[in-house]
């Protein structure tokens, strides 16, 4: 049977064109991607914490935006991403860290050898069952698993007119509630859900950008790119919050965590 990988561009389903559209702009992704909170990442992590390093697997880890965060927090560790294009650029701008090539649902490491796993803005391309019994694997008993999704505070005014222009509000609402980390699972156990305030500094030109980032906007025809970047920009030149100069991006962080049994 062919596979997505060895099928035309054009006939691959549309979710395995998203998952598979960062590599080709991932100088972009990391310029322009936002981080993530600390106190989300620490929340994450609260079920193993010892107030000591951990040893982590950023899964999915794409060009290092949670991998920064958690060696700032002094942890452990291991970077596994599946686009040579994203893993290079994470060597590349996190250099001690052990990076390798993978995917969620076949791991490259030992049995039980994580304190946890976490998934940045990823958890929705995976396959829910395969990657759970992967991650379950990996972690050790009472280890931990975390998806932390950043997303549009549409409670800000101009920020959810963003969203209906950029489609992004269509985009996050979907990744934030379809997938498995909030369901119960056997191997899983004390599921748990957080919500942090994040922002990002960003001008309208730079909001665009990272807006063009997004998988949504990666697979659109050229001309609709196009014309969706044109309308994005325009938006925004049109709100006094945006129109000139610097602003704060109004972000909420979702973290969904499941401990190991």
């Not at 500094?201 to 980032?213: G, N």
């Not at 925004?236 to 973290?255: I, N, Q």
């Given at each position: 049977m062919?596979s ?8 691959i389903p ?17 310029a ?6 600390v106190d989300?990442?620490?929340w994450?992590l ?16 794409g ?11 002094g942890?452990?560790?291991?970077a ?5 294009a994203m ?7 996190h250099?001690g ?5 993978g995917?969620?649902e ?22 829910p069952?395969l ?6 694997r990996?972690?050790r ?15 800000v005014?101009?920020v959810?007119?963003f ?18 980390l ?11 859900e ?6 990002q ?13 997004h998988s ?8 609709e790119?196009e014309q969706?970047?044109?309308k ?26 499941k401990?190991r049994?």
């Open positions: 062919t997505a990988e060895d099928r035309p561009h054009h006939e549309h979710h395995a064109r998203r998952a598979k559209s960062f590599g080709a702009r991932a100088s972009d992704y990391a322009h991607r936002p981080d993530y909170p989300a990442v620490r994450a609260e079920p193993v914490s010892t107030g000591g390093p951990l040893r982590v697997l950023d899964l999915a880890a060009t290092g935006k949670l991998t920064g965060v958690l060696c700032a927090e942890h452990d560790v291991t596994v991403e599946p686009d040579e893993l290079s650029e994470l060597v590349r701008l250099r860290v052990r990076a390798l090539p995917r969620a076949r791991i490259p490491l030992p049995d039980g050898t994580m304190d946890a796993v976490v998934a940045g803005q990823a958890f929705h391309w995976f396959d069952e990657a759970l019994v992967e991650i379950a990996v972690l008993p009472g280890g931990v698993v975390a998806g932390l999704w950043n997303g549009d505070d549409v409670d005014e101009w959810a007119g969203s209906e222009v950029s489609g992004s509000r269509v985009s996050t609402t979907l990744f934030e509630t379809d997938h498995h909030g369901t119960p699972h056997r191997l899983f156990t004390d599921d748990a957080g919500v942090f305030g994040h922002s500094r960003r001008t309208a030109e730079t909001l665009v950008a990272t807006i063009s980032t949504h906007v990666l697979v659109a025809p050229d001309e790119r969706l970047l044109s994005m920009l325009s938006y925004l030149k049109s709100r006094p919050e945006t129109a000139t100069g610097e602003f704060e991006m109004p972000m909420r962080t979702v973290v969904r965590r401990v049994r």
